[in-house]
């Protein structure tokens, strides 16, 4: 369930704000360029806060070094320590459970990756000014740990700019909640929490913080793969005739520390090709689009199965049972799509245009996977990138097996796959019945399906029963257009 559903705001897309998905993370993660280049006002200091931060944090490793104080767990567990902000929903959690955070052993990674920093690459208090190049050097430090760091020092701008949109969009906000991490106490060297009013997750009765589309991605701009690009760009001689590296699969963790400690310029240079007039760059995850599939599969199942009628559970499912359900299972996914407007979530809110054909099949997958499970019935897909197929196999034991491909009409080798592709791979598993269920969206496509209907398999094929299953996904006219 989205938020958006709970509160009732109309026209998501149009917000400037992501709409999280109550149940699950969303694989998307906060940008720190993105952030600090942000006109939202909230966020106008958001960089000079992540860096004095981080000024503070080197400061205080200079001074635990020089003292040669070999217990840092003042410091590791008072400072370096960056919980998962669940109230986000974005990360690699699964359900309603948090997710793995930011803990101790995370914690001496990154001390002992900042030390490598100070140590290796001329860092100090004075000139580290973007946490991303801790991801370059540092395994263990990825999109969802810069993230999740971004998003504790922010944590305080975060939160007014939730209680600003709420408060615009008419969001009750309600109840308190507890909030830890809210602020960095720098005369104590320590985090403080507090409680605020936020609105509520109806899923998991905690709070809900909003955040700006505009500083989402699946991995920051200013990442170890851009800088590679950039080395092979500005050094290739030195590259080259130095390390013997011509290309940037070369250039590994040891590598790429190499070539900046031989001169730390060429990292900064780097870092400065994305600011200044005309540098800025605003590449932030279209997520209403959705072309990586990250957002739209990670709420549109559950909804479609909590609109299909339940299936009788049997305790046992022998060949003919197995094949009956996964036909009942399509007659339920066609009456929901044909009868119940379940055609409006096969195609993208923003622009009403269906999803491509790899989406619709992963959105089916994710489906029949949840309703599957209810009735201990296993369904494995599989991947056939070479020619577009996504296959499901529903088994229950080595015996009862059926055999599920889903096309849209679009598909150009749509009849080819019918009469070769599908029975082939159904021989080659050694699976005696199949059904190809292909959807089509336009008007044009009816003759094809007739087409379709029309074909029969080889007679070399005889042993195989496949069915052919068509669902009309066509928009349908409103009553009052009736």
């Avoid at 999109?143 to 969001?171: F, H, P, V, W």
């Avoid at 991995?219 to 011509?246: A, G, M, T, V, W």
Wanted: proline share 4%.
């Amino acid at each position: 369930m989205l938020f958006s559903d709970v509160y009732e705001v109309e026209n998501f897309w149009d917000k400037e704000w992501f709409n999280p998905v109550l149940e699950k993370d969303v694989k998307l993660f906060l940008d720190p360029y993105l952030v600090e280049n942000s006109d939202i006002p909230e966020f106008e200091n958001a960089r000079e806060k992540i860096n004095n931060f981080f000024n503070h944090i080197i400061k205080r490793i200079a001074y635990y070094r020089s003292i040669k104080d070999s217990n840092i767990d003042i410091l590791l567990k008072q400072m370096l320590i960056f919980p998962e902000v669940d109230y986000l929903r974005l990360g690699y959690g699964e359900g309603l459970r948090h997710g793995s955070g930011t803990g101790m052993s995370f914690a001496k990674n990154l001390y002992f990756a900042i030390c490598d920093l100070i140590d290796n690459l001329e860092v100090n208090a004075e000139n580290f000014s973007h946490i991303e190049i801790l991801t370059f050097f540092s395994k263990g430090i990825g999109a969802d740990r810069i993230s999740d760091i971004t998003a504790n020092i922010l944590k305080e701008e975060l939160i007014r700019y939730t209680q600003r949109i709420c408060n615009e969009n008419g969001i009750e906000m309600n109840e308190k909640f507890p909030v830890n991490h809210y602020k960095f106490d720098y005369n104590e060297d320590r985090w403080r929490d507090t409680h605020l009013n936020l609105p509520k997750n109806t899923k998991n009765n905690e709070a809900i913080i909003l955040v700006p589309k505009e500083f989402l991605r699946r991995s920051p701009l200013l990442n170890s793969d851009e800088f590679k690009k950039y080395l092979l760009q500005q050094d290739s001689e030195y590259l080259r005739s130095s390390l013997n590296i011509r290309f940037s699969r070369e250039i590994n963790r040891d590598k790429l520390l190499e070539v900046v400690k031989n001169n730390p310029n060429r990292l900064y240079k780097f870092i400065d090709s994305f600011y200044g007039e005309g540098k800025i760059k605003k590449d932030y995850y279209n997520y209403i689009e959705d072309k990586n599939k990250v957002y739209y599969e990670r709420f549109l199942p559950s909804k479609i199965k909590d609109e299909l009628n339940p299936i009788q559970i049997k305790s046992e499912y022998n060949y003919e049972d197995l094949f009956d359900f996964v036909k009942q299972l399509i007659e339920e996914f066609r009456h929901f799509i044909e009868k119940e407007e379940g055609y409006k979530l096969l195609r993208n809110p923003s622009t009403g245009i269906p999803f491509k054909e790899d989406y619709v099949q992963l959105i089916f997958y994710s489906t029949i996977k949840l309703i599957c499970e209810e009735h201990n019935i296993e369904v494995s897909p599989e991947s056939k990138a070479g020619n577009g197929r996504i296959d499901f196999t529903f088994s229950q034991g080595v015996k009862s097996r059926t055999h599920l491909e889903i096309k849209l009409a679009s598909h150009k080798k749509l009849f080819e796959g019918f009469q070769e592709q599908l029975p082939t791979y159904m021989e080659g598993k050694k699976i005696k019945r199949g059904i190809l269920l292909v959807l089509f969206f336009k008007d044009d496509e009816q003759r094809k399906m007739k087409e379709l209907n029309e074909l029969k398999l080889d007679d070399k094929y005889l042993e195989l029963i496949i069915f052919k299953e068509i669902i009309d996904a066509r928009v349908r006219p409103t009553p009052s257009n009736l």
